[in-house]
């Protein structure tokens, strides 16, 4: 069956980086988009990064522009968030999340998740 599980999460301080993976397994990468997304106590679930099924086509939220970076490796079936400058309001639990070919922001349009990996930003 399909499973995702998100792994790399951590505390780090503001301006370090971690590294999320996504490990897939039940389900062909290349027929599936992958998008990270996160969610602060207190607030919505909010769409981080994407990539489509195709892997050429990635999609970043504004505030994560340039400081993440979304990619993957289809023959280890893995999915990577790198994220760099980490700031203190980029604290959450962090989610892989899939459903077929194309990203969308909308999370309520993802089949599948992973159980979450916390990410704290904090000195």
């Known amino acids: 069956q399909v499973q995702l599980v998100e792994s790399g999460g951590g505390l780090v301080q503001p301006g370090g980086s971690l590294r999320l993976s996504c490990a897939a397994s039940g389900f062909a990468l290349d027929w599936y988009a992958i998008g990270w997304f996160r969610q602060a106590p207190g607030k919505e679930r909010e769409g981080v990064a994407c990539?489509?099924?195709?892997?050429?086509?990635?999609y970043y939220q504004d505030s994560v522009k340039g400081r993440f970076t979304i990619s993957r490796d289809i023959a280890k079936k893995m999915v990577y968030l790198q994220m760099n400058s980490l700031l203190p309001e980029d604290t959450a639990g962090y989610y892989c999340?899939?459903?077929?070919?194309?990203?969308?922001?909308?999370?309520?349009?993802?089949?599948?998740w992973g159980q979450g990996t916390q990410v704290t930003v904090s000195s």
């Open positions: 999340a899939t459903r077929r070919y194309f990203c969308t922001y909308s999370s309520n349009q993802f089949d599948f």
């Open positions: 990539i489509s099924a195709s892997g050429g086509t990635t």
